[in-house]
């Protein structure tokens, strides 16, 4: 890369945590893609965690599906996927999860965007309103390719344990939730709305609907039994709020009194036996959820569902924690929109899919190279980190007109916020139900979403979590609700 030149802006700092706790860094991105599309980023010490080498920042749409797309080049066995390095004593644990695996070269995964003949699994989740091709086509594999199963723990086991879980996530499974999760959502928000009444019209929408609804649909869907759910919310805070105190408390020490990676294997004990209890007993008492799909799948060692199930705890979480206040709070911000959502001008499809472009809920994902490598003009050696940024891809001018308008009807809508390539979400459709489900009942039940007080962010650049989000239930004009 050559130098920048002296009269250059300064390169911004999109690495550090804290930064987020205001929201999407707009305008640090819009520089980044603008002049500096691929750059160095300081993994300077933060929070009390160590310093890092560094890595290569990836901020155009174009870019950023790249990366995603070419697992040859950008691994993600290699150093997994977050920026901070986990202890190389941790590696070949962090490798067994599927998130940190890459696909034999020679599989069928092949991209989701851009390809004549994409596999259903991966079509479904690219802003499709009804993706049941992903389901179905990972359902009931009896045959695993032999040198798949062959190489379990490798890089090429990725295809395998892909198939695994959808063969648990089936499509029909997900569906018979909807009326669960629309009870809950009518639930959570009628509460939320008798106690604006009772009080002074305003409610944190976080506190009282937004986390129970994304924790207690994946209780729901996983088979934790209710007494048990609410261990979830616990290691989800551990594992993803690590670098925001209010979420996590304070960190736990390691030997050398470094804050300890909770993604370690020693921090992750309770969880992995909760998972094995929970498996024996799905043995003893099936029931129809993922949780008893996977004890009972023959294929599956132990080990590969203490991992699912750890996996899923995460993935299927706080994504869907941040998913739901981040759009509602778009709605808030924008009452032209939510008019035009209550009057039926706009589909609910295409609405899910632009509050998912405007608040992508990961921020990040890390590769490393696996070999030299070029992009956007950035000699990138081997071993390099490279990280996506979700957030910046999202709001891309090269593709996405008019970027910074909410526009709940754009269609096309290729936003990244479910990732792309091999790795593309899983539990996409599961997460678009449960989004569709949550802003019909809020647009047929909240005639007035009005943002009483700023939002508070998590402190963290994986996840672009919310805290808090007080919104007024009551209109501030007077105006009595009916009912
Ligand atoms: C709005 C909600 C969600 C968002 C934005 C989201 C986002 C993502 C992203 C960006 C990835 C790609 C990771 C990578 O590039 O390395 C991913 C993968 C994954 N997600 Fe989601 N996710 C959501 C909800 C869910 C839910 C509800 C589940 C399941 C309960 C789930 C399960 C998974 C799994 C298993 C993977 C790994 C796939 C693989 O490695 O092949 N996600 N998700």
Redesign the pocket.
């Given at each position: 890369m050559t130098p920048p030149a002296a009269d250059a802006p300064r390169i911004p700092d999109v690495f550090d945590p804290r930064g987020y706790a205001q929201g999407l860094p707009h305008s640090a991105y819009r520089l980044l893609r603008d002049r500096y599309p691929v750059v160095r980023q300081e993994e300077h010490e933060v929070l009390g965690w160590p310093a890092g080498p560094g890595f290569w920042a990836v901020t155009r749409h174009a870019d950023v599906v790249r990366v995603?797309k070419d697992f040859r080049t950008f691994s993600?066995h290699l150093g997994a996927?977050q920026i901070r390095d986990p202890d190389p004593a941790d590696l070949p644990f962090i490798r067994r999860m599927?998130?940190n695996?890459d696909p034999s070269p020679s599989s069928q995964l092949r991209s989701s965007r851009g390809d004549p003949n994409p596999t259903p699994q991966l079509r479904s989740s690219r802003g499709d309103p009804n993706p049941s091709s992903q389901l179905r086509s990972s359902r009931g594999d009896p045959n695993p390719t032999p040198q798949l199963r062959s190489s379990r723990g490798g890089p090429n086991d990725?295809g395998r344990l892909?198939r695994l879980?959808g063969r648990a996530?089936t499509r029909g499974r997900v569906d018979r939730f909807e009326a669960a999760v629309r009870d809950r959502a009518r639930g959570l928000l009628t509460a939320a709305l008798d106690t604006a009444r009772a009080g002074s019209g305003v409610v944190d929408l976080v506190t009282t609907v937004t986390d129970d609804y994304a924790l207690l649909n994946?209780a729901d869907?996983?088979g934790v039994p209710p007494g048990e759910r609410g261990l979830l919310l616990d290691w989800t805070r551990r594992v993803i709020g690590y670098q925001d105190p209010d979420e996590s408390g304070p960190p736990a020490s390691g030997p050398d009194g470094r804050p300890a990676d909770p993604r370690s294997p020693a921090m992750l004990q309770d969880m992995f036996a909760f998972a094995r209890e929970l498996a024996a007993h799905k043995r003893r008492h099936p029931g129809d959820d993922v949780l008893t799909a996977l004890a009972t799948d023959r294929e599956l060692a132990t080990p590969e569902l203490e991992m699912f199930f750890f996996?899923?705890t995460i993935?299927?979480n706080d994504?869907?924690r941040?998913?739901a206040p981040g759009g509602l709070l778009a709605l808030a911000r924008h009452p032209d929109a939510y008019r035009a959502l209550r009057a039926g001008a706009v589909a609910m499809s295409s609405c899910v899919e632009e509050l998912?472009r405007w608040h992508?809920?990961?921020l990040s994902?890390r590769r490393t190279a696996a070999c030299d490598t070029e992009l956007a003009g950035c000699r990138i050696r081997a071993g390099d980190k490279v990280v996506v940024f979700?957030g910046s891809a999202n709001y891309d001018e090269r593709v996405f007109a008019a970027p910074h308008r909410l526009d709940l009807a754009r269609t096309p809508n290729p936003h990244?916020?479910?990732?792309?390539?091999?790795?593309?979400?899983?539990?996409?459709h599961?997460?678009r139900l449960?989004?569709r489900v949550l802003y019909e009942e809020t647009r047929d039940l909240l005639p007035a979403l009005e943002l009483a007080a700023p939002p508070r962010y998590l402190v963290s650049n994986f996840i672009h979590g919310l805290k808090s989000l007080p919104l007024r239930l009551l209109p501030s004009d007077g105006d009595r609700l009916p009912g």
């Open positions: 995603l993600s996927t599927m998130l695996q990725h892909r879980v996530f994946l869907v996983l996996l899923l993935a299927g994504t869907v941040s998913a998912l992508p809920p990961v994902f979700h990244v916020s479910f990732g792309d390539g091999p790795h593309v979400c899983l539990g996409a599961l997460a449960q989004l």
